[in-house]
């Protein structure tokens, strides 16, 4: 017992020594790594409290349709550039600068005015000025465009099932400016700018969106009638098409375009390579045009729908592009690259009213046909000493016609009555308002230039600058 006692008594001795040979440094190290420790624990623990849960599926939704605006949108945006292209190519040089001017302000004046009143007038909501949702309406809300506060929540979205405000906006007023973009071209290289430019802000802030609410604000056309229109084949672009050709009937014919015999003289463009390259933009930009148009991203079916939307577009296009290389061949003996160009629009354009139910085949067929339809109402309007330098009419307002009957062929929803009479009330409304407009202000202001301004060009009559100063004329 005692050398236990012994033994004890020496090993806390050592024990002892060890630790006062032990530095003070260290000690206080491995308790501050130890607090450490604790530290990192605690934090650890406080960010996975803080760690937020996985979207909902309308959050989901909400992110994916917001996303699908904003991309179709900036898209359609770029179609801006694909018309001014378009135009410069096929005006003469002494005109370019000013079909660049007008597209720019016209796509800027859209933006103003469909915030300031296209907006809510084109989408009430259940705010009808007259008629009501349940019913159809007929005119819509006046007021400015409202966006969601800065970094709301799902709790504070305007619909969460649906998209944001700013991206519904962003996407619809493209389209708007689409549409004057379409006068813009036919009326080009006699139009005085201030006239075409009043005319711009009555169609944009008006015009349009008046008829547009009734069949995609919910109006009347789609309640009562059962009007479909996927992307506006009606609703956009014969919209243009029977403003253009309001205007085209006021303004008159280019000096020099019709003779005395009733022979037609061709006016040559500037630039086939702008022209062309206009036509590839605008091609991309239907993409957004149509692929946008399905309004949704946010499932499986949406974004498949979406991906044939593309694919049918594509064909259209294609088909319309074949087709009118093969006509004007066989009809004029050469290929007329312009005619090529705008069968290619005339395509989408056609497509546009029902992009989603179509087969590929049945694509190609409706594309086609309205390649069809460029080729031989081009030569039509010239008969009526119609003038449209851009061959606008027939692709937006003719071919824009036969896509939006084309849709009774695949959409099983539609009918042959309910296609027509909407195209006849959109066309009567629109060509009617246009041309009271086109009238009022030629009397008012006058809306041509001069003959002498028309010979001289409008660059250095009404702008005071060219667009290719350099350049010999010819």
Not at 43 to 68: G, W
Not at 198 to 207: A, D, H, K, N, R
Not at 408 to 420: P, V
Request: hydrophobic letters at 55%.
């Amino acid at each position: 017992m005692t050398k236990w006692k012994l033994l004890l008594a020496l090993l806390a001795i050592g024990l002892a020594l060890v630790w006062a040979a032990v530095p003070t440094e260290l000690i206080a190290q491995d308790e501050a790594v130890a607090e450490e420790v604790v530290d990192e624990a605690a934090e650890a623990e406080e960010e996975e409290d803080a760690t937020p849960e996985f979207a909902s599926y309308q959050d989901t939704v909400f992110i994916f349709n917001t996303l699908l605006f904003l991309i179709g949108g900036f898209l359609v945006f770029f179609m801006a550039a694909g018309f001014a292209m378009l135009e410069a190519g096929l005006v003469r040089q002494k005109n370019v600068t000013m079909q660049l001017t007008k597209n720019v302000a016209l796509f800027s004046i859209a933006g103003i005015l469909y915030y300031f009143i296209g907006f809510n007038l084109m989408y009430p909501g259940d705010s009808w000025m007259i008629g009501t949702s349940e019913t159809g309406g007929y005119l819509g809300a006046l007021g400015v465009t409202v966006l969601e506060a800065v970094g709301i929540g799902a709790a504070d979205a305007d619909d969460i099932e649906y998209a944001s405000v700013g991206s519904d906006f962003f996407f619809q007023l493209m389209f708007c400016a689409a549409t004057a973009s379409i006068v813009s071209g036919a009326l080009a290289e006699r139009i005085k700018l201030g006239p075409f430019l009043i005319f711009v802000v009555i169609l944009t802030g008006l015009i349009y969106p008046i008829q547009a609410s009734w069949q995609w604000g919910e109006g009347f056309l789609y309640t009562q009638i059962g009007f479909s229109d996927f992307a506006g084949s009606t609703v956009v672009h014969s919209v243009g098409g029977w403003a253009a050709l309001a205007g085209a009937i006021i303004l008159g014919p280019r000096l020099g375009k019709y003779g005395k015999d009733g022979r037609v003289n061709a006016i040559p463009g500037s630039n086939l390579a702008l022209a062309t390259l206009g036509m590839f933009i605008l091609w991309m930009g239907w993409f957004g045009f149509n692929g946008g148009s399905q309004l949704a991203m946010g499932s499986v079916g949406d974004v498949a729908d979406v991906s044939r939307i593309f694919v049918n577009t594509n064909m259209a296009a294609s088909a319309g592009a074949v087709v009118a290389l093969i006509l004007t061949h066989l009809v004029y003996g050469k290929v007329d690259l312009t005619m090529v160009l705008n069968g290619a629009l005339a395509g989408l354009v056609a497509i546009t009213a029902e992009p989603l139910e179509p087969s590929i085949f049945m694509s190609i067929l409706i594309g086609g046909i309205g390649g069809v339809i460029v080729v031989f109402t081009v030569p039509l309007l010239d008969k009526f000493k119609i003038d449209d330098v851009v061959g606008a009419i027939p692709v937006h307002l003719f071919a824009g016609i036969w896509g939006t009957m084309a849709v009774i062929l695949t959409n099983s929803d539609a009918t042959f009555f309910g296609q027509l009479i909407s195209i006849i009330i959109v066309g009567v409304f629109t060509f009617v308002t246009s041309l009271v407009v086109w009238i009022i202000l030629k009397g008012a202001m006058g809306i041509r230039v001069s003959e002498e301004a028309e010979m001289n060009g409008l660059d250095k009559t009404e702008l005071g600058m060219e667009a290719y100063p350099d350049f010999v004329k010819g």
